[in-house]
């Protein structure tokens, strides 16, 4: 999700080891890259360091030197369950999207301010003992980075604004053009999410779909010709959902039913940030503490918003361990399979939690200390 302005800057000008800082930039290269359709460069990736087989692999996927454990190789300060990293510097940054395969297989994106209020892509990769700072291949057509998903270590898309995404294909990084509808000069992707290579969705001002080939726009009508749909779901080809502007929407595989979860004067409180799902039930929230429970075919809402209260920013979940993060340092876990209760053990430096996701090993969630420091915290599950 799009937030707050950050300050993220130590972590953009190099490396940071299990053992301490060294400049290295990401080296660059020219070529075809994956097959798909890219004509704005590339950018090579180098592979997590603990994975045998591959170049860079030095010790197996158990080597000491990077460790599984996020304690064991936490380059920051423990807090209780979590290993937490700030990043501070005089550079404004967002940090918004999250995405992890393995413990040692994580994407980090975002943007940084720059001069004259542009703004341009962070992609960061951690490989089990080291942050990499990876480049944007076509700084023309993608601007700055939103949201980042992946369907396998290998095939990873990051969206953001611009007139392309990024695919990482397992060793390089490029760009694939989507669809811009006629009189915009951009779309803007904050998010990402799918069910396998040939399904993968997009969220924001129009809603993308790619079938394993191309990218395409897909209509739903929800009576608002200026619906701006923040985040997407997908649990499967036929289970995919999308909130927006007082709504969320759910694709059965053949049709979309379009649900108005918010009425009344429009405000703050009326729109849905982000929306998760694990096939039997979805929770939506959004600004002012919302809070939206589906459950046997029917939206209840389960808090009272407040335009004061939280910006819930994102939803991530697994195995039904089902974390809520925003403002307001808010970071929740689902009890009871009804409530969003605060987090026992949550980092004192919290300030705003802008993604989270949670992987079948870790949790992993990003955002900002209270003093605007850049912050990416991860707990073993």
């Not at 707050?4 to 660059?28: I, K, M, Q």
């Not at 940054?93 to 209020?117: L, M």
């Not at 923040?230 to 007082?246: L, S």
Request: hydrophobic content about 40%.
């Amino acid at each position: 999700m799009q937030g707050t302005a950050v300050r993220w800057g130590a972590l953009l000008v190099g490396l940071v080891s299990c053992g301490g800082t060294r400049t290295e930039s990401a080296p660059g290269a020219e070529g075809a890259g994956s097959g798909k359709p890219s004509g704005g460069g590339q950018t090579t990736v180098p592979p997590p360091a603990g994975r045998t087989g591959e170049t860079g692999g030095t010790g197996g996927r158990n080597s000491p030197t990077c460790a599984r454990d996020p304690l064991t190789t936490c380059p920051g300060t423990i807090s209780g369950r979590w290993c937490v990293e700030t990043f501070p510097s005089t550079e404004l940054v967002e940090p918004t999207g999250v995405w992890s395969d393995a413990p040692d297989d994580v994407w980090v994106v975002g943007a940084r301010f720059v001069t004259g209020g542009e703004r341009e892509t962070v992609i960061m990769h951690w490989t089990g003992c080291a942050w990499t700072n990876v480049a944007n291949p076509d700084p023309a057509r993608f601007q700055f980075a939103r949201g980042v998903w992946g369907a396998r270590a290998n095939d990873v898309w990051i969206v953001g604004v611009g007139t392309a995404v990024l695919h990482f294909d397992g060793q390089s990084l490029t760009s694939v053009p989507v669809p811009v509808p006629e009189g915009l000069t951009a779309v803007d992707l904050p998010s990402a999410s799918g069910s396998g290579s040939n399904d993968v969705w997009t969220g924001g001002n129009r809603v993308l779909h790619w079938n394993g080939a191309t990218w395409s726009e897909v209509a739903i009508d929800t009576g608002d010709p200026n619906q701006y749909f923040a985040d997407v779901w997908a649990v499967a080809a036929n289970d995919v959902w999308v909130t927006g502007v007082r709504v969320a929407a759910h694709f059965d595989g053949a049709s979309w039913t379009v649900d108005q979860l918010v009425t009344g004067p429009m405000g703050i409180s009326s729109f849905l940030y982000t929306i998760w799902s694990s096939g039997s039930e979805a929770w939506a929230a959004g600004p002012g503490n919302r809070i939206h429970h589906f459950q046997n075919g029917q939206w209840s809402l389960t808090t009272t918003p407040v335009d004061s209260g939280p910006l819930l920013y994102d939803l991530g979940g697994a195995n039904g361990d089902v974390h809520l993060v925003g403002s307001q340092s808010t970071l929740r876990i689902l009890e009871n399979d009804t409530t969003f209760a605060p987090v026992a053990d949550a980092p004192a430096q919290g300030g705003v939690y802008q993604g989270v996701w949670v992987s079948q090993a870790q949790v992993w969630a990003v955002g900002l200390t209270t003093g605007n420091e850049a912050l990416v915290i991860r707990r073993a599950r």
